[in-house]
């Protein structure tokens, strides 16, 4: 991604994701890919859906979070993806990043 090569790097997650399936930060990392390196947030979207993110692993919750919002941002969804953010907020109150993004939504 860094070098310039999005699709490179969308494959390089790809990879990684098919040979970890379950290592949950790997599928959330193949998620990242799609929406920023393939330019693909229905898919995205998708594949969060298809994934079981523990109620108890509060970083995982707020990373699936802040994924889903930035994929409905990406769709053209603000209302969807603020949303997303005011529930992970209720549940995060203390975070800047989710706070970060609601600003910017605005």
């Known amino acids: 991604r860094a070098a310039g090569r999005p699709l490179d790097a969308a494959r390089l997650a790809d990879l990684v994701a098919a040979r ?9 990392a ?3 890919a799609t929406i920023v390196d393939r330019a693909d947030p229905a898919a995205a979207l998708n594949r969060l859906g298809t994934l079981n993110i523990p109620r108890d692993d509060a970083r995982l919750r707020l990373r699936a979070g802040l994924l889903r919002a930035q994929a409905l ?21 203390a975070s800047a990043e989710i706070q970060r993004r609601l600003d910017r939504l605005t």
Do not use: G, N, Y
């Not at 970890?20 to 959330?28: K, M, N, R, S, T």
């Not at 941002?73 to 109150?93: C, G, K």
């Open 73 to 93: 941002e990406a769709m053209q969804d603000p209302s969807a993806a603020r949303q997303v953010l005011e529930t992970l907020r209720t549940e995060f109150p």
């Open 20 to 28: 970890f399936p379950d290592h949950l930060e790997a599928q959330l």
């Open 30 to 32: 193949q998620v990242d």
